[in-house]
């Protein structure tokens, strides 16, 4: 477990629901929707945090959620308690899955591989418990590829990071590092924002 990590969020947890922000949360809110509605079979969730995204989840669906953070998840008690289908929440580190291979059909990821310390090795953990032919389907904010937003986004990463995500990662081109094979990228505000879709090759 990476307790370094496991610490920042542990202290985010408390006031994390005031610093996300309800106009964000409104803003994404029917992206989210749209791509979460693709769960189906057993599906795998990170990370849940204090379980804002809950409620943006379709009914009835079998999900096992995950956080690193055990203080996030108590936050996230209520909401899962309250959710219309199943929601299994462990504390759990993206880099030490304890589940078997092949475990789920889906993988899901909200805003979560900025917060990754290792965003490859994270990933291909998450390709070893997904089935072959499986889905990954992100909500992602990422750095931009665009001047001076690259730039800009890098130097406040210097700050951002030690109190929380990462503003510059190239997720989509971690992705394929990986070894999955992606199939699309919504780009949802500038190349900032966006949904990426891949599968685990056979």
């Known amino acids: 477990m990476d307790t370094h990590t496991q610490a920042k969020w542990d202290k985010a947890a408390p006031t994390f629901d005031m610093m996300a922000g309800k106009g964000a949360e409104k803003r994404w809110r029917p992206f989210k929707e749209e791509l979460f509605a693709n769960m189906d079979g057993r599906i795998l969730f990170l990370a849940l945090g204090t379980g804002l995204d809950i409620e943006t989840f379709p009914t009835g669906k079998n999900i096992t959620a995950i956080d690193i953070s055990p203080k996030m998840l108590e936050q996230a008690e209520p909401r899962v308690a309250a959710y219309d289908g199943e929601i299994e929440a462990r504390v759990m580190d993206v880099h030490e899955l304890e589940f078997e291979d092949d475990s789920f059909d889906q993988v899901f990821t909200?805003?979560?591989?900025?917060?990754?310390?290792?965003?490859?090795?994270?990933?291909?953990?998450?390709?070893?418990?997904l089935k072959p032919g499986g889905d990954l389907m992100m909500f992602e904010h990422t750095g931009s590829r665009y001047y001076p937003f690259r730039l800009m986004m890098k130097l406040m990463s210097r700050v951002t990071e030690k109190i929380g995500p990462s503003m510059s990662r190239d997720t989509e081109d971690h992705v394929r590092a990986a070894g999955f094979q992606v199939t699309e990228v919504n780009n949802?505000?500038?190349?900032?924002?966006?949904?990426?879709?891949?599968?685990?090759?056979?």
């Open 110 to 129: 909200s805003c979560t591989f900025c917060s990754v310390p290792n965003p490859v090795d994270g990933l291909k953990s998450l390709r070893r418990v």
């Open 188 to 202: 949802l505000f500038i190349d900032v924002v966006k949904t990426i879709k891949a599968t685990n090759p056979a």
